[in-house]
T-cell receptor, first 116, second 110 residues
Framework: QKEVEQDPGPLSVPEGAIVSLNCTYSNSAFQYFMWYRQYSRKGPELLMYTYSSGNKEDGRFTAQVDKSSKYISLFIRDSQPSDSATYLC????????????????FGQGTILTVHP | DGGITQSPKYLFRKEGQNVTLSCEQNLNHDAMYWYRQDPGQGLRLIYY???????QKGDIAEGYSVSREKKESFPLTVTSAQKNPTAFYLC?????????FGPGTRLTVL
């Protein structure tokens, strides 16, 4: 069983839709949770970062963490064609000194297409 | 501009050859990483370094080697021992909280 599971999609939605992207994990030591966006043939770009349960909002993006269920989500409101990309969840345990220098475990990525 | 640069963007290698992928960062980050990305498999960690002159193997280090002689630089060598080297290679660096990625190098073995 993989430590992090992410539905690879692909996911296709109309412009303006609310998108929900999800990851589950099995390692209860994970404390830091991240979402990356990756456009085709580019490096991943950090979208959201959180280290606690609950919601974190940034513009049209909301990251949700439920540690009791080992489940994280990324919601995109009013989706735009420019949101079309692969979305990767990533997580890590608390490293030495409370940093996240250590190993970061990624999901497989969800391919999202927002069509006009 | 602060950031991570990788070169070359595209690289072609004949079987049996070693090739070196360059990664440079001017973010003053201590930690640097190399990942490999294959379709449907997400990112897998090859090597990482938390400090100059020190590095650790990741999950798929076989057939790869690295060096960390300078804080800014973390080159990756793909050796002929790597059985299936065709992939997209990503370099990253991190500060206390977040990990940032370079634009990647696509390696193709002919």
């Amino acid at each position: 069983q993989k430590e992090v599971e992410q539905d690879p999609g692909p996911l296709s939605v109309p412009e303006g839709a609310i998108v929900s992207l999800n990851c589950t994990y099995s390692n209860s030591a994970f404390q830091y949770f991240m979402w990356y966006r990756q456009y085709s043939r580019k490096g991943p770009e950090l979208l959201m970062y959180t280290y606690s349960s609950g919601n974190k909002e940034d513009g049209r993006f909301t990251a949700q963490v439920d540690k009791s269920s080992k489940y994280i989500s990324l919601f995109i409101r009013d989706s735009q064609p420019s949101d079309s990309a692969t979305y990767l969840c990533a997580m890590s345990a608390v490293g030495a000194g409370g940093t996240s220098y250590g190993k970061l475990t990624f999901g497989q990525g969800t391919i999202l297409t927002v069509h006009p | 501009d602060g950031g991570i640069t990788q070169s070359p963007k595209y690289l072609f290698r004949k079987e049996g050859q070693n090739v070196t992928l360059s990664c440079e960062q001017n973010l003053n980050h201590d930690a640097m990483y190399w990942y490999r990305q294959d379709p449907g498999q997400g990112l897998r960690l090859i090597y990482y370094s938390q400090i100059v002159n020190d590095f650790q193997k990741g999950d798929i280090a076989e057939g790869y080697s690295v060096s960390r002689e300078k804080k800014e630089s973390f080159p990756l060598t793909v050796t002929s021992a790597q059985k299936n080297p065709t992939a997209f290679y990503l370099c990253a660096s991190s500060n206390r909280d977040s990990r940032f990625f370079g634009p990647g190098t696509r390696l193709t073995v002919l």
